[in-house]
């Protein structure tokens, strides 16, 4: 198995930039692809961004594109999500997951058996 931990997130103004990151210690972390989430208040957990096991292949929601970016570093066994231009509706508890599974659909978070505790980002208008 392996254990997660997210960086601390933090408040920042609309169209500021934050980046998270998250640490993992266990099992080989290159066998895993991983993933970010976020949950904003009275709303589900919905997908963010995820990465493949070598890094080659990113996915993004629609909402996030060209705004988030999604990297790993294997050697590191970190992964971060670089966000930029960050708008109000962005605010939620964003969370780091992994799989060892192989999906077609990587957006689903039934498919992470892994998480982190979450992290507070709040993007102030």
């Known amino acids: 198995q392996v254990q997660l931990a997210e960086s601390r997130g933090g408040l920042v103004q609309a169209g500021g930039s934050l980046s998270l990151s998250c640490a993992a210690s266990?099992?080989?972390?290159?066998?895993?692809?991983m993933g970010w989430f976020r949950q904003a208040p009275g709303k589900e957990r919905s997908f963010v961004a995820a990465?493949?096991?070598?890094?080659?292949?990113?996915y993004y929601a629609d909402s996030v594109k060209d705004r988030f970016t999604v990297s790993r570093d294997n050697a590191k066994n970190t992964v971060d999500l670089q966000m930029n231009s960050l708008k109000p509706e962005d605010t939620a508890v964003y969370y780091c997951?992994?799989?060892?599974?192989?999906?077609?659909?990587?957006?689903?978070?039934?498919?992470?058996?892994?998480w982190g505790q979450g992290t507070q980002v709040t993007v102030s208008s």
């Open positions: 997951a992994a799989t060892s599974g192989y999906y077609n659909d990587y957006t689903k978070p039934q498919y992470y058996r892994y």
């Open positions: 266990g099992r080989t972390f290159s066998v895993y692809t």
């Open positions: 990465i493949n096991r070598s890094g080659g292949s990113t």
